[in-house]
Each structure stands twice: as structure tokens, then as C-alpha cells.
């Protein structure tokens, strides 16, 4: 199975777009929508878990050849000028600790899915952003691309404030109010160190600057000069 972490991650998308695609009369049908692309995603990731590979040939992080079930395809190429070339890629895979985190992930979502069956009020729209923060809680534990880690990490969040201020408790507004001030802060934080990493980080490869979480874990490929490489040699 070559593209079974695509899958994984994009079932729920799948399924979103059918449940916006059905009519409100069969709006019983939402919740077992949402169920079964969580439990489909419980058994994608069992199979994942099951089929890891240990051993000492996979022990470390810092080679792409480490993670398993890795795709990676090229998805944004810019020439920027004197900046450079941007390079972005779909880049999924998984290691020792993020094959756990997935599992339990999808293990919670489906748990989660059920709980949510009690929910009364405008269940298109609840379970519609439920599948997208299903798909982004997963993308966000394969993405081996600092891009795209960044993209699901954002459609994580817009769900979840959404889901917060509509279905949440007695104080919901505030809650909500309050997510959105905290993970703004954090998202415009690590928008620059990911901006600051990329403009520090080569391939070793092609020599131009990349996202590539991989290549960000190894102190060769930084600028002598950027910050993160002096940080790195003063501790």
C-alpha cells in the first residue's frame, strides 16, 4: 500500500464532502458518516502500526530512509530571484513516536465521533468541521515538511474555534475568544521561526533553502551564519 498514509489522512475530507454534498432530510445519516471515516481511519492506522518495522536499521531520525511509509511528491516550485527557489513538497511519513501518536489519534476521533451523536443542533456543519479537524489532527503527525506541518496545524486550529464557539458549554464565546488570542500568538511565532528556519536550512542535495523537516535536523546543512547555527554552537 504506496499511498496508505495519503489515504489516512485524507479520508475524513472524503467523507466531509459527501456529508455537505447530502440533502438536510438525510441529516440522520451525518453521524454515521463521521463514525465510519473514523473507524475506517482506526483500522488504516492499526494496519500502519502493525506493519512498522523495528530495528536497528530504523533507529534514528535524521535520514529519510529512517521513515516508513513516506511519500514524497513535488507540490510548489517558485522561482523567488535573488531569494532563491521555494521548494515546498507533499512529504508524509512516519517514525517510532509518530506511528503511536497516529493510532491513538484515530482511536480518540472515534471515540470523539461517538460522543458527538448527542449533538442536536446544525449537525452538518458540526460534523463537516469534525472531518476536517480529523484530517488536519493526522496530517499533522505524518507532514515530514515544515510547510505543510504548518498548513495542518492551521486547519486544526479554524475548526476547533469554530466547533468551541458554536457547540461548546455555558461559556463558549469566551473560550472561544480566548483559543483564538492564545493559538494566534503561537501560529504567528512559528510562522517566523519556519520562515527563519527555511532561509537558514540547504538541501544538501540541490543547494537551495528547504522546509524539509529532515534536512532541519541536521547541523551541517544551517549557514554558519544564521541564528539557529550559532544557537546550536553556544549550547
Not at 504506496?2 to 440533502?23: A, C, D, K, R, S
Not at 515538511?145 to 486544526?156: A, C, G, Q, R
Request: glycine share 8%; hydrophobic share 55%; proline share 2%.
Amino acid at each position: 500500500m504506496n499511498h496508505i498514509l495519503t489515504l489516512l489522512i485524507f479520508t475524513p475530507l472524503v467523507f466531509g464532502i459527501v456529508l455537505l454534498l447530502l440533502p438536510f432530510s438525510l441529516r440522520n445519516s451525518f453521524k454515521y458518516l463521521a463514525l465510519t471515516a473514523t473507524l475506517v481511519q482506526v483500522g488504516l492506522s492499526g494496519w500502519l502500526y502493525f506493519h512498522f518495522q523495528t530495528g536497528a536499521s530504523f533507529t534514528g531520525i535524521n535520514q529519510e530512509t529512517q521513515y516508513q511509509f513516506a511519500e514524497k511528491v513535488s507540490w510548489i516550485s517558485l522561482n523567488l530571484g535573488s531569494l532563491g527557489k521555494l521548494q515546498v513538497d507533499y512529504f508524509v511519513g512516519v517514525d517510532g513516536l509518530s506511528i503511536g501518536l497516529l493510532f491513538m489519534s484515530s482511536v480518540v476521533m472515534a471515540v470523539a465521533a461517538l460522543a458527538s451523536w448527542e449533538i442536536k443542533t446544525n449537525l452538518k456543519g458540526f460534523f463537516a468541521l469534525f472531518l476536517l479537524l480529523d484530517m488536519a489532527v493526522i496530517g499533522v503527525f505524518c507532514a515530514l515538511d515544515f510547510f505543510l506541518f504548518y498548513i495542518f496545524y492551521e486547519l486544526m486550529l479554524l475548526p476547533l474555534y469554530f466547533l468551541i464557539g458554536m457547540w461548546g458549554g455555558v461559556r463558549r464565546e469566551y473560550a472561544a475568544i480566548k483559543f483564538f488570542l492564545y493559538t494566534l500568538f503561537g501560529s504567528v511565532f512559528m510562522l517566523l521561526v519556519m520562515i527563519g528556519l527555511y532561509f537558514s536550512v540547504t538541501d544538501p542535495t540541490t543547494g537551495n533553502h528547504t522546509f524539509n523537516i529532515i534536512h532541519m535536523m541536521n547541523p551541517a546543512n544551517y549557514a554558519q551564519t544564521s541564528i539557529f547555527s550559532l544557537a546550536a554552537q553556544q549550547t
